[in-house]
């Protein structure tokens, strides 16, 4: 069983930058995938960024390429997500999520299969 513990969510005015980590369990998270979803009330989840297994490789939704930065520390077993210049629509619950072994990363929520409980991050105007 794997474990995602996601943290560093909170209250930030529009413009301002807030760091999540997510700390997994197990001895096999360097052979994984990872990923950040996020989901607004009222939307559906949605895609933010993935990092491939090795870390040499990302992928970020259109509505945060150039703010957000995703990366990985696999002697740590963690992933994190620097977000920059963050804007009131970023308000959202935003959860890590285990992708696939051995993959480049993914943006479909259907690739991945261990999920956190979420971090709630509130940007106010």
């Known amino acids: 069983q794997v474990q995602l513990v996601e943290s560093g969510g909170g209250l930030v005015q529009a413009g301002g930058s807030l760091r999540l980590s997510c700390a997994a369990s197990g001895r096999t998270f360097s052979k994984y995938a990872m990923g950040w979803f996020r989901q607004a009330p009222g939307k559906e989840r949605e895609f933010v960024a993935a990092i491939s297994w090795s870390g040499g490789t990302t992928y970020y939704a259109d509505s945060v390429k150039g703010r957000f930065t995703i990366s990985r520390d696999n002697a740590k077993n963690t992933v994190s997500l620097q977000m920059n210049s963050l804007k009131p629509e970023d308000t959202a619950v935003y959860y890590c999520?285990?992708?696939?072994?051995?993959?480049?990363?993914?943006?479909?929520?259907?690739?991945?299969?261990?999920w956190g409980q979420g971090t709630q991050v509130t940007v106010s105007s």
């Open positions: 999520a285990r992708g696939m072994l051995y993959h480049q990363g993914s943006t479909r929520s259907s690739d991945y299969d261990y």
